[in-house]
């Protein structure tokens, strides 16, 4: 876990130009500290402490405005820019080196205990207000642009834009 909050404080450097140390970053970034109590939470829900894991995530909720359930996987190097209103649900995996704005929802489409959220593969970037629905598939290094809503599977280096979202046909380079 140690590991993980290390490259989450690397990734918040890396990406927003504006932070401050490493210390300030760990202590007051909101996706940092977010992250961080998930980890922990993730870890309880994996031991079947499902109740207690549930309650770091509701009082991370309160304290960060980020609702990430205890079972969602997240990888490392994970960047939650701002992080306000960003939901990640219960079936979710997001992949290392992702970079995730305000507002962003990964949810699902059913009621049904399936597997029903989004898998984010790695060193995805996906911007404010985009909305994922369902068990779809987002490949590598793919952009997803602010407000898109994305509904299908999409391959690397996708580029997902529009309501509902489809693929640019601008050649992504990573």
């Known amino acids: 876990m140690l590991k993980c909050t290390k490259e989450d404080v ?9 932070a401050p140390s490493c210390l300030m970053v760990f202590l007051t970034y909101p996706g940092v500290i977010a ?27 309160r304290k960060t405005g980020i609702d990430i359930h205890p079972a969602a996987k997240i990888g490392h190097g994970v960047f939650i820019d701002h992080g306000m209103g960003l939901v990640i649900g219960e ?7 992702c970079v ?16 029903r959220h989004p898998k984010i593969g790695n060193n995805v970037i996906i911007y404010a207000n985009a909305t994922l629905i369902g068990p779809i598939h987002i490949g590598d290094h793919s952009i997803v642009g602010a407000g ?3 509904l ?11 309501v509902p979202a489809h693929k640019n046909t601008q ?4």
Not at 100 to 115: M, P, R, S, W
């Open 10 to 18: 690397f990734a918040a450097k890396k990406f927003d130009p504006a």
């Open 35 to 61: 992250l961080r109590r998930h980890r922990r939470a993730h870890k309880l829900w994996l031991k079947g402490r499902k109740n207690w894991a549930r309650l770091i995530a509701s009082a991370t909720r």
């Open 91 to 97: 079936t979710a995996t997001v992949g290392d080196n």
């Open 100 to 115: 995730l704005y305000h507002g962003v929802t990964l949810g699902a489409n059913t009621f049904e205990k399936v597997d």
């Open 148 to 150: 898109a809503v994305v």
């Open 152 to 162: 299908k599977d999409a391959p690397a280096h996708s580029r997902l834009i529009g």
């Open 171 to 174: 050649t992504i380079t990573p």
